[in-house]
């Protein structure tokens, strides 16, 4: 059965994946303002809009009990700041909420069928947390949270799968049968055909340079373009350093903080807080607060149905 310690790891490997790929997203540009802001005054290391999304979604279902959308659509548009790094979609959205439009208006108001960006996927491990005991009733509930600012099916099937690799990471099963069990979660040929490329690998033990990785499974900021990396990345790491494989997240590029969060989720699911870096989390900005959060998380989680 899956311990305090899983989910602190869990809370805190997103975190820090969060705040160590940070510097390394994007291009030039976006490494460049990093390096102005992604200190805090006290010189911890910032973590980015995927953390904040996150502690929402834990907090609402803890202040709830359960998924309350209008609620949990508040909150996000109330912790939204430019300086956590936000996707530009997201942000229009969350501004439309702030104003007062409705969430259900507002998710399909800048892409027609809603985005397709992994901003959904990267916050979906709070909610495997939450309904660790009551599996049958995840999905649901990664489903209503997800479709808040990522109404394309895409980003919900993304959601999903995160959700899912993180629940049975928390089982602690075997790397291969998560990636495969997670993978039926996944209808849309760009998802389908990177779970298989990714499986074939964990199968036969192969761990490609992460420029490979990068190019045959993804490294962007679509849900489609970067869950199954992140996947890959943690499952393939499974029985390694945190360092190692966050090493390997920075040199895969693209949305290297996505990446890390939802590979540091899933594997400090499975490794617990005690398999992270000290060192790192102590620079970690707000580590108490996620550490207090997480336990809140294991108590409050809801009964097994
Ligand atoms: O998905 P999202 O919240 O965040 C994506 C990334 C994460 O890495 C964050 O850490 C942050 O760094 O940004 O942001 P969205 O803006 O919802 O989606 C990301 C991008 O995907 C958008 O800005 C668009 O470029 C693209 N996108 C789409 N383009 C066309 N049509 C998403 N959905 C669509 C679409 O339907
Ligand atoms: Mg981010
Ligand atoms: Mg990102």
Redesign the pocket.
């Known amino acids: 059965m899956e311990s305090e310690d899983q989910f602190e790891g869990c809370v805190l490997g997103l975190a820090l994946g969060d705040a160590l790929g940070a510097p390394f997203?994007g291009g030039a540009v976006e490494r460049l303002l990093w390096r102005l802001i992604g200190t805090t005054r006290a010189g911890e290391m910032r973590w980015?809009?995927?953390t904040q999304m996150s502690v929402d979604v834990a907090e609402s279902l803890l202040a709830r009990g359960a998924v309350d959308a209008d609620d949990l659509a508040r909150r996000f548009a109330r912790s939204y700041r430019w300086s956590r790094?936000?996707?530009?979609?997201?942000a229009r959205v969350l501004k439309k909420i702030a104003a007062g439009q409705d969430w259900q208006l507002a998710n399909r108001s800048v892409?027609p069928?809603?985005?397709?960006?992994?901003?959904g996927a990267?916050r979906a491990p709070m909610l495997a947390l939450f309904y660790a005991r009551r599996p049958d009733a995840l999905l649901e509930a990664v489903e209503q949270v997800t479709l808040i600012?990522?109404a394309?099916p895409r980003g919900v099937e993304g959601a999903l799968l995160v959700a899912t690799a993180t629940l049975l990471s928390l089982r602690q099963a075997d790397p291969l049968e998560i990636l495969l069990a997670a993978g039926a979660c996944s209808r849309h040929v760009e998802f389908t055909r990177s779970i298989d490329i990714a499986a074939t690998w964990l199968a036969a033990g192969v761990l490609p340079k992460p420029r490979q990785v990068a190019a045959e499974l993804g490294n962007g900021?679509?849900a489609a373009r970067s869950c199954v990396t992140a996947l890959f990345v943690a499952l393939s790491f499974a029985d390694r350093p945190f360092d190692e494989m966050l090493d390997f997240v920075t040199r895969c590029g693209g949305?290297t903080?996505?990446l890390g969060a939802m590979a540091g989720a899933v594997w400090g699911a499975r490794r617990g807080k005690a398999g992270l870096p000290l060192e790192k989390l102590r620079r970690l900005e707000q580590a108490s607060r996620l550490s207090t959060l997480s336990r809140a998380l294991y108590s409050g989680r809801c009964a097994a149905a």
């Open positions: 997203e980015t809009d995927d790094g936000y996707g530009p979609g997201a892409y069928e809603g985005s397709y960006g992994n901003g990267m600012t990522h394309h900021i679509a949305d903080d996505t």
